[in-house]
């Protein structure tokens, strides 16, 4: 199940800051970078923070989130995190379906990651997201930002 995040209640903010510490380490692994933003927040920073936030439960447990920031047709991605207990399992793919679908009639997306998540690359490829542009951040460390335009026409349902 799929819903909304409620970031000024402290006890989500800390289920937020732990499950992302739990899946952003493994992305730093891959990349060999550990300077990634959500690895320093903190509660506060979650409580404080502007971006609005969906978390996947199962079994009552918060298994996946995604924030993303909405602003004159374009959405931005923030963060997609997923519990290392619960990979492989399609919820980053249905988190991102998710907010697709609840904003229709946007005009972009966009996303990024490391160069070397190869299975967020993989992941964004499938989902029909192009890539766009790669940035070095640091010596041999590189992001790579990647975009989907004209995302299912409609109505934008984003009434939060």
């Known amino acids: 199940m799929i819903k909304r995040l409620d970031t000024k209640d402290s006890k989500i903010a800390e289920q937020i800051v732990d499950l992302q510490k739990r ?16 690895l320093k927040d903190t509660i ?3 409580i404080q923070c502007d971006e609005v936030f969906y978390g996947y439960y199962e079994d009552e447990v918060l298994a996946g989130l995604i924030s993303y920031k909405l602003e004159e ?3 931005d991605i923030y963060r997609v995190a997923v519990h290392p207990e619960y990979f492989r399992k399609g919820i980053a793919r249905q988190m991102i379906e998710f907010i697709e679908d609840m904003n229709k009639g946007i005009e972009r997306i966009i996303v990024s990651t490391g160069l070397k998540n190869q299975p ?8 029909g997201f192009r890539k766009l542009d790669e940035a070095e951040v640091e010596e041999d460390i590189y992001i790579v930002t990647f975009e989907k335009e004209g995302v299912r026409p409609g109505t934008n349902l984003n009434f939060w």
Not at 120 to 127: C, F, G, I, R, T
């Open 23 to 38: 899946s952003y380490i493994m992305e730093a692994e891959l990349i060999d970078f550990y300077d990634i933003p959500p």
């Open 44 to 46: 506060d920073t979650i």
């Open 120 to 127: 967020a690359v993989s992941l964004y490829l499938k989902l």
């Open 73 to 75: 047709g374009l959405l």
